[in-house]
T-cell receptor, first 112, second 110 residues
Framework: DGGITQSPKYLFRKEGQNVTLSCEQN?????MYWYRQDPGQGLRLIYY???????QKGDIAEGYSVSREKKESFPLTVTSAQKNPTAFYLC???????????FGPGTRLLVL | GQQLNQSPQSMFIQEGEDVSMNCTSS?????WLWYKQDPGEGPVLLIA?????ELTSNGRLTAQFGITRKDSFLNISASIPSDVGIYFC??????????FGPGTRLSVLP
């Protein structure tokens, strides 16, 4: 069954803690993306990667980090430097430059 | 980064009614996408548009790529309760990443 998986569904972070959100795709897509969704706002781009071992900052990269060691995996780390991390995080992927973009089911991050 | 404008922000309709919503941009786009998102879930792609003037249907949904390339429209005919959700548009200019609208929240009253 092809698709994009994100885990966990819910994640709790304590003050000063780094947490990592997982995103895996078996669609053989080249590009992968991380978005943050807050109520009443459009999706905002955190980081994206168009090829393995390469990634670029999006509009709101501060306090986040990523890696792209494998084509199918693009984990996002929310660091302690991100002062307002509570949000719904969405991972997406697409095959090439002109292809449409598909989303995973999302991870909701909450701060304790 | 750029954000798109979507209207209306929310709408309440009776089951069986038709729905229209639109998305506008200050920039010219080469691709428009429409998604539906249920609470707590990821957006699901409904329709993709690639040419100015293009009209594409997916069941009861019809979307159009505006002639000016700065807007797009989504229509839902004969709404049903499962149409409830948030509808997002996304647009992309050549060589750029997609940008997203804030969404239109649709409620269907029985």
């Amino acid at each position: 069954d092809g698709g994009i998986t994100q885990s966990p569904k819910y994640l709790f972070r304590k003050e000063g803690q780094n947490v990592t959100l997982s995103c895996e795709q078996n669609l053989n897509h080249d590009a992968m993306y991380w978005y943050r969704q807050d109520p009443g706002q459009g999706l905002r781009l955190i980081y994206y990667s168009q090829i393995v071992n390469d990634f670029q900052k999006g509009d709101i990269a501060e306090g986040y980090s990523v890696s792209r060691e494998k084509k199918e995996s693009f984990p996002l780390t929310v660091t302690s430097a991100q002062k307002n991390p509570t949000a719904f995080y969405l991972c997406a992927s697409k095959r090439g430059a002109f292809e449409t973009q598909y989303f995973g089911p999302g991870t909701r991050l909450l701060v304790l | 980064g750029q954000q798109l404008n979507q209207s209306p922000q929310s709408m309440f309709i009776q089951e069986g009614e038709d729905v229209s919503m639109n998305c506008t941009s200050s920039s010219i786009f080469n691709t428009w996408l429409w998604y539906k998102q249920d609470p707590g879930e990821g957006p699901v792609l409904l329709i993709a548009l690639y040419k100015a003037g293009e009209l594409t249907s997916n069941g009861r949904l019809t979307a159009q790529f505006g002639i000016t390339r700065k807007d797009s429209f989504l229509n839902i005919s004969a709404s049903i309760p499962s149409d409830v959700g948030i509808y997002f548009c996304a647009g992309r200019a050549s060589g750029q990443n997609f940008v997203f609208g804030p969404g239109t929240r649709l409620s269907v009253l029985p």
